[in-house]
């Protein structure tokens, strides 16, 4: 199977290392100092759990030398999206598919108007994961868990193929029947976490442990489900208060990937964060007070620090 993993970072960095190790045959598209380490010296994969080493990888900063693929793991940060995706239309043929692992539930309509519908496949990947230094990917903690599917919940023969290669690399893979619901769920998630820790500048343990913290990141999660059925989601009843019943399994120290982006005064994904879930509140009369407050008082942050 034939891979190009459009953005090396974190994400596809790691589940493009986990597929080489496999045997598919993955080109990872790259650049700068991370696309020169790459070369010069493979991929190594620090994991406290699973670290290994590719001493030789392809990877290039030109998709379209790559020639048509099976599989696209598009990994890049949601502000690089449709430069991304311009860059992918040679790869992508008719048997192409492209599995978006990125964040929030507004990635796969980013994609659409330039790739088109038939090479979509909805994903989701749950795992903390960073470019640690040029041509090295750190895990932090041992979650992993890559859930992908077609929007039609139909069980195709090329999301059978790309489970069998998950597998082989070790990857802990699984077709869902129904992608957008679970990509939503993921986003439930996501936003309750990222606004928590951001706004409050805090870990995840302190924001559960105080009532009024643990009140907001309730209510931020709350207004996410209200807002995903507006849009036609099943999300279950109840749905947010589950989530924070598994919030209250995570360690004390656990933030999301924007609290370190925040913290380190990189960009945010704000817009498509808790920005997200104002802008689709919106467009199905659903209020978001909550999630309008968190990305205001973030907002001057969002492009990150001036260099
Ligand atoms: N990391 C994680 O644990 C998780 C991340 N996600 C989501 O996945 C997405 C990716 O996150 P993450 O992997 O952390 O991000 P990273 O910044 O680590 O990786 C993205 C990589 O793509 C590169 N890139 C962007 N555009 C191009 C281009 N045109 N050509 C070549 N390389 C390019 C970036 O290079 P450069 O640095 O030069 O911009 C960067 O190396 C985000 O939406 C995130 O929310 C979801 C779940 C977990
Ligand atoms: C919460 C987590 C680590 C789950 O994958 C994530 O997606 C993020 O912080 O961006």
Redesign the pocket.
């Known amino acids: 199977m034939r891979i190009a993993v459009?953005?090396?970072?974190?994400?596809?960095?790691?589940f493009g290392g986990r597929l080489a190790r496999g045997g598919a045959d993955v080109v990872f598209?790259?650049?700068?100092a991370?696309?020169a380490a790459l070369r010069a010296d493979g991929l190594t994969i620090e994991s406290p759990e699973d670290p290994f080493v590719l001493p030789t990888v392809q990877a290039t900063?030109d998709?379209a030398s790559i020639g048509p693929v099976d599989i696209v793991l598009f990994?890049?940060?949601?502000w690089?999206t449709e430069?991304?995706a311009r860059?992918i239309v040679p790869i992508v043929g008719p048997g192409t598919a492209v599995l978006s692992?990125?964040?929030?539930v507004q990635?796969d309509d980013m994609l659409r108007p330039i790739l088109g519908d038939a090479p979509l496949m909805g994903a989701?990947?749950?795992?903390?994961?960073?470019?640690a230094r040029p041509g090295v990917?750190a895990q932090?903690g041992t979650m992993q868990r890559l859930v992908f599917g077609e929007f039609d919940g139909s069980r195709s023969a090329r999301a059978e193929r790309f489970l069998a290669a998950c597998l082989a690399g070790g990857i802990k893979a699984e077709i869902a029947t129904d992608i957008r619901r679970e990509i939503w769920q993921k986003f439930v998630f996501?936003v309750g976490l990222s606004a928590s820790t951001c706004a409050t500048r805090s870990p995840i343990g302190p924001v559960r442990r105080n009532p009024h913290t643990r009140a907001l990141l309730l209510g931020l999660m709350e207004e996410v489900v209200a807002v995903g059925r507006g849009h036609g989601v099943a999300l279950p009843d109840g749905f947010a208060a589950d989530r924070l019943a598994f919030i209250d399994t995570l360690p004390d120290g656990m933030v999301a990937?924007?609290f370190h982006d925040l913290a380190a005064g990189r960009r945010l994904?704000l817009p498509?964060l808790s920005g997200g879930v104002v802008d689709l509140g919106a467009t199905v009369g659903v209020p978001t007070p909550l999630n309008r407050t968190v990305r205001d008082i973030l907002v001057l942050h969002a492009e990150g620090r001036p260099a």
């Open positions: 459009m953005g090396s970072g974190g994400l596809g960095g790691f598209v790259a650049r700068g991370h696309l900063d998709p990994t890049v940060k949601l690089d430069a991304a860059a692992l990125q964040n929030g990635k989701i990947a749950q795992i903390a994961t960073t470019i990917i932090t996501l990937s924007m994904e498509w």
